[in-house]
């Protein structure tokens, strides 16, 4: 008889729970059962393929799962979880241990590394003066993060011609010499992903590596996570929200329900079936919707990533995704009238030693060639800002919040004022401090200065801070908007309220709802999910004469994210009303009704900027937009006007990224 090899999986979890603090013990965080009897194999082979998808929505357990993966949170028994191969000797002895041989790579804005010093304020990134702590995109890669590092074994020495294989497969040769501050979201997060692959790990897990990146780089991306999925070097396991679509070298699924339990599991076509079936039995009324299993989430599930970018058709198909999404709600008693000035950019460039960032162009205006971007945003307008990772959506930003120190020396305005005194004016310049008391900004760069030690209720009420450390001096009505802001999005910003019968907004209920938890819970202890929703709100509550809304909502599931847009244009004043079969429609809020709004939405003495590469992360009310070329391409910036919402409208959308 003839034996055939064994190969002991990587990871083994066989009937195993889990929990964050360990069950016997007391303590004032709630402390649920997590995945209950879990069943996980993951395979040490490259054969049969066996590549994983973990889906949830947020505060699914998305980031929770990955970890338990690698050895965090306590599992129950102790010994339904185990890592068979790694006792094995095909295995090099520094990657024996599950913390060393399962890297995970997570894209929570806390910094490319712990171990790498972060800027102390945000204008810092664009200053000339460099520290000793300013390391470049090479030394991250290399691990030369550290001012008297230790020496490297010669085991953990990295081979040049990997190194050259990785950069060059994530496209960061040409940024490899510049400080890490520099880089843009999208870059970043590609450099976090090379590290993790120069480490060599056996298994990396990849906490929805495409959100943040433009649609060319994410079509980009996928064949080459592919690459190193057929391999099994590393193995891969990625995690996702519903509307993201599937890359097509998945095999396996794990869906989790909202409150951190298995929803389904098992091969994908089988996954994607079942979770049909049961949107179809809610639908035909033959079951009913559970609360932690959402239909509006399912409908968004099923597209699939390709190299050529997203095909196929959602789970229940076009139609139905269609009839699901919440109605484009037309409200006559909101005029859009266009005012003064509030941003005017007559010719922009920014440049570094000889090497420009943005505005790399000459065009014609009114019939003069003009050099840079010309650009102007006026009361009442609703901008959406577009292109390439690395094209100066950001740098954008920091020249209307005053972040960018050639904002001096720039043909800019901001609210009709210069930053320099004018020749023959006796008009005071305007100071930062003007400039950010009247500008609402939410982006990944405040997400990652924000303090983790603020309390939820000070994230928002910062707002009428100076600093995101100072005092915030708020009157009556300023504590009344922070406190309707908490209640409305209480079920997405505490942490306890998971699984708690949800109060419908604007209720009796609601208002009698009792806030210590704002008080309790730090922003650092809130999902990720959570800390978007808390500077978003951040953003928006002051009704800032311009709210900035960089990639405010990535991050988000689709539930989270419509409420959040919803309330950016109406307020208290609209909510969603959910129906039997999952659906939901837009209803005038109790609040509204009752004349007790705290806080209103938009209003036509606003400016709206935004930034996102994602389609339905657009607000309705966007019209005008510009998209930025590839840095130094020599191509203008493109301008245009939506008639339809961008959000609604794919093959706007597809033309404004040359798609």
């Known amino acids: 008889m003839r034996l055939t090899s064994f190969h002991p999986p990587v990871i083994n979890i066989v009937l195993g729970t889990f929990y964050r603090h360990h069950p016997g013990s007391s303590s004032i965080h709630p402390n649920p059962a997590l995945f209950t009897n879990l069943n996980f194999t993951l395979p040490s082979t490259a054969e049969p393929s066996t590549n994983w998808y973990v889906v949830g929505p947020s505060l699914s357990g998305k980031t929770t799962f990955l970890k338990l993966l690698r050895g965090e949170h306590i599992c129950h028994p102790p010994a339904a979880r185990s890592y068979p191969y790694l006792s094995t000797d095909a295995v090099p002895h520094r990657l024996r241990v599950p913390e060393k041989a399962i890297q995970y790579v997570g894209f929570n804005n806390d910094g490319l590394s712990s171990s790498v010093t972060t800027s102390a304020y945000l204008s810092a990134r664009y200053e000339s003066k460099r520290e000793n702590t300013d390391f470049s995109l090479r030394d991250f890669l290399l691990g030369n993060t550290e001012l008297n590092p230790l020496k490297r074994s010669l085991e953990d020495e990295l081979k040049p011609r990997f190194f050259n294989q990785v950069v060059r497969d994530l496209q960061l040769t040409q940024l490899l010499d510049l400080p890490l501050t ?3 979201n999208g870059q970043g997060r590609r450099a976090r992903i090379a590290r993790a692959l120069l480490s060599r790990p056996e298994v990396l897990l990849l906490d929805e590596p495409f959100m943040g990146l433009d649609p060319p780089t994410v079509a980009a ?11 099994a070097n590393p193995r891969l396991v990625l ?3 519903p509307q993201d679509p599937i890359p097509e070298w998945i095999t396996h699924m794990v869906y989790l329900r909202g409150d951190c339990q ?4 098992g091969e994908k076509e089988a996954v994607l079936e079942k979770l049909r079936q049961y949107v179809r039995q809610v639908w035909n009324g033959k079951s009913k919707e559970e609360e932690n299993l959402p239909v509006h989430n399912l409908v968004h599930l099923g597209r699939t990533l390709t190299a050529e970018g997203i095909e ?6 076009e139609e139905a995704l269609k009839s699901s999404e919440p109605p484009i709600i037309h409200d006559t008693s909101v005029s859009r009238n266009i005012g003064e000035p509030l941003v005017e950019m007559d010719g922009c460039k920014i440049q570094y030693r000889g090497k420009v960032a943005l505005g790399n162009w ?3 205006i009114d019939g003069k060639k003009k050099e840079g971007l010309v650009w102007t945003v006026r009361r009442g307008e609703r901008w959406g800002i577009f292109g390439p990772n690395g ?3 950001t740098t954008i930003v920091s020249l209307i919040c005053s972040d960018h120190p050639q904002t001096y020396s720039l043909p800019i305005k901001l609210f009709g004022r210069s930053r320099l005194p004018e020749v023959g004016s006796d008009q005071l310049p305007l100071t930062f401090w003007d400039i950010q008391a009247r500008i609402g900004h939410s982006s990944p760069e405040i997400h990652q200065h924000m303090p983790r030690n603020l309390t939820v209720r000070q994230v928002i009420a910062n707002a009428w801070a100076d600093t995101f450390r100072s005092k915030a001096v708020l009157d009556e009505q300023a504590k009344e908007k922070v406190e309707a802001c908490l209640r409305w999005f209480e079920a997405e910003l505490n942490p306890a309220h998971v699984g708690a019968p949800k109060p419908k907004p604007g209720s009796d209920v609601q208002k009698s709802s009792d806030l210590q938890w704002a008080d309790h819970y730090m922003f650092g202890e809130l999902s990720f999910s959570a800390q978007r929703v808390a500077l978003f709100l951040r953003a928006i509550v002051k009704n800032p004469d311009i709210v900035v809304l960089d990639e405010a909502c990535s991050g988000m599931d689709d539930g989270v994210r419509n409420r ?14 959910k129906h039997d079969d999952g659906s939901e429609t837009v209803v005038e809020s109790d609040a509204s009704k009752s004349g007790t709004v705290k806080v209103g939405g938009l209003n036509d003495k606003q400016a709206l900027i935004c930034i996102s590469h994602i389609r339905e992360e657009i607000p309705d009310c966007i019209r005008e937009w510009i998209c930025l070329p590839e840095a130094n391409s020599g191509r203008p910036a493109r301008f245009g006007v939506s008639e339809t919402p961008l959000g609604r409208d794919e093959k706007s959308w597809r033309q404004i990224w040359g798609m």
Do not use: D, Q, W
Request: proline content about 4%; hydrophobic content about 40%.
């Open 182 to 184: 520099f880089l843009s």
């Open 221 to 231: 991306l996928s064949p080459l996570l592919h690459g190193l999925a057929n391999t």
């Open 239 to 241: 995690s996702a929200r």
């Open 262 to 265: 298995i929803g389904a599991i």
């Open 312 to 317: 196929g058709e959602p789970l229940m198909g």
């Open 362 to 364: 000459v065009e014609e």
């Open 391 to 393: 094209s100066g959506k």
């Open 564 to 577: 959040c847009l919803l309330f950016l244009e109406y307020g208290e004043k609209k909510t969603y009303e």
